[in-house]
């Protein structure tokens, strides 16, 4: 099946620094997302991208759909401690009863 | 308003076992997901419905069996468990994005 290439795997930064994680794939979505996970719990959807080259922001998070449609990229300023937790990436053709192909996941680490 | 709700929260079942794991949205969504999610890995569909009466085949369904009882709830059946379907399950139903259940974990000895 699709393959979606997220990195990186991990990060372990300090509070206040801002966080890049980017997604990569040899095909062409129609729609991009971000989930984060807590731990114990299921994803919840951040942002969501139906564009190509749409840029969008939800509080500190940014995430923009690449032009090629084959790409997309997360952005977190000024890091606190409960943005710790784990950040997929998710690609949707729309064409297939909707389906979600995801990354492996940014496990994100914040050390106060 | 509930969202998605998963049972159980945990289960731990003998190779050859059998078990249906339950999920409900009361969100009134025509489509529901069943994904496995494995360490250090992205959650992968196993089977999904897009409206009550109706079931497909997602990337890993080998090994499962789904039932869409009616709009409401979509659970899913293992007939036979093997230990490489210990994993967690989520259930997700969507209207324009896909909203996730808390989850499953399934040991298989």
């Known amino acids: 099946g699709q393959q979606l290439n997220q990195s990186p795997q991990s990060m372990f930064i300090q509070e206040g620094e801002d966080v890049s994680m980017n997604c990569t794939s040899s095909s062409i979505f129609n729609t991009w997302l971000w989930y984060k996970q807590d731990p114990g719990e299921g994803p919840v959807l951040l942002i969501a991208l139906y564009k190509a080259g749409e840029l969008t922001s939800n509080g500190r998070l940014t995430a923009q759909f690449g032009t090629t449609r084959k790409d997309s990229f997360l952005n977190i300023s000024a890091s606190i401690p409960s943005d710790v937790g784990i950040y997929f990436c998710?690609?949707?053709?729309?064409?297939?009863?909707?389906?979600?192909?995801f990354g492996g996941g940014t496990r994100l680490m914040v050390k106060p | 308003n509930a969202g998605v709700t998963q049972t159980p929260k945990f289960q731990v079942l003998k190779t050859g076992q059998s078990m249906t794991l339950q999920c409900a949205q009361d969100m009134n969504h025509n489509s529901m997901y069943w994904y496995r999610q494995d360490p250090g890995m992205g959650l992968r569909l196993i089977y999904y419905s897009a409206s009550e009466g109706t079931t497909d085949k997602g990337e890993v369904p080998n090994g499962y069996n789904v039932s869409r009882l009616n709009k409401r709830e979509f659970s899913l059946r293992l007939e036979s468990a093997a230990p490489s379907q210990t994993s967690v399950y989520f259930c997700?139903?969507?209207?324009?994005?896909?909203?996730f259940g808390p989850g499953t974990r399934l040991t298989v000895t």
């Open positions: 997700a139903s969507e209207s324009y994005e896909q909203y």
């Open positions: 998710a690609g949707q053709v729309n064409n297939a009863g909707n389906m979600l192909t």
